[in-house]
């Protein structure tokens, strides 16, 4: 039998990540992640402090997935880059968002992860404060579709679904006409697909930014 692979702070947080994936944030315990080693939970404690300091591992572990602008990627590339990959990464762990959302302890990823979409801006032109509050409004659009995409009452990926809830709310919209048509438009004759709308809303938010560049 081959000796098993000692335990470290990065092997317990990606064994975190897997019982979050399975059962959620509530999931996330020592035991449960001691369990998911095959260990128990008290030899934890030699790596990570606690559940808090677990947390605060997991969701520096979220910014670390997240594929950040690279050095010759104009402000725009790396811009795209970068909320591209935290959509897929957050999609992909629904319980990620809460959790980076709630911890006040930022790790080593977080800085580093916040360190290049700055340092990725102001090489482009943007003056610090100006790039602060770019990347302040793209966490915030993809930070909102990721939640909305999770919180839809169809599955956001199949044209059909949509269709069908746009034909179970028709009644309840008879009253709203300025609704009805919206939801007519973007049902009727066409594959409406909720996820083709993200890289709409990013360019319109690349658009301003780069009026705004301009004009600085």
Known sequence: MGAREPLSPERIISAAAGVADRGGLTAVSMRNVGRELSVEAMSLYHHVAGKEALL???????????????AADSWREGMLRRARSAREVLA?????????ESRSAPGPALLKHHDAVIGCLHRGGFPLLLASQAFSVIDAYVYGFVLTEQTLPFDPA????????????????????HLAALVGELTTDRDYVFADEFEVGLGMILDQLEHRLASV
């Open 92 to 100: 992909a762990h629904p319980w990620a968002l809460g959790l980076i």
């Open 158 to 177: 199949v044209a059909e679904n949509a269709g069908d809830f746009a034909r179970q709310v028709a009644p309840a919209l008879a009253e709203y006409p």
């Open 56 to 70: 605060d591992g997991l969701a520096d572990w979220v910014f670390a997935q997240i594929r950040l602008p690279r």
